[in-house]
Nanobody, 127 residues
């Protein structure tokens, strides 16, 4: 079992940047593939970015490719989402998620593959 706690959300103007962090409990962080999802009001939860256990693989939604960067520091049990050139359509609750996997290269992009979820952090981008 792992507990995930997001931080770093807030209110920014379009074109600005935010860096989200997700801190995980326990000593087995390196065995989890990590993913960021987001959910806007009235919309389905959507995939944003994913990273494999050892950072060997990353994958991004087309809507954020080139603007967002996912990274992790296994020594600190933390995954990050650097968000640049933010747009109003990026406004959503952002969720950190973990998948327990034996695969070093696996990236989780489907919510049904997720084993653990964080509580979410609000990101609001004003125009």
């Amino acid at each position: 079992q792992v507990q995930l706690v997001e931080s770093g959300g807030g209110l920014v103007q379009a074109g600005g940047s935010l860096r989200l962090s997700c801190a995980a409990s326990g000593r087995t962080f390196s065995r989890y593939a990590m993913t960021w999802f987001r959910q806007a009001p009235g919309k389905d939860r959507e995939f944003v970015a994913a990273i494999s256990r050892n950072s060997g693989s990353t994958y991004y939604a087309d809507s954020v490719k080139g603007r967002f960067t996912i990274s992790r520091d296994n020594a600190k049990n933390t995954v990050f989402l650097q968000m640049n050139s933010l747009k109003p359509e990026d406004t959503a609750v952002y969720y950190c998620a973990a998948t327990d996997t034996a695969s070093n290269g696996f990236v989780a992009t489907n919510p049904y593959a997720i084993d653990y979820w964080g509580q979410g952090t609000q990101v609001t981008v004003s125009s």
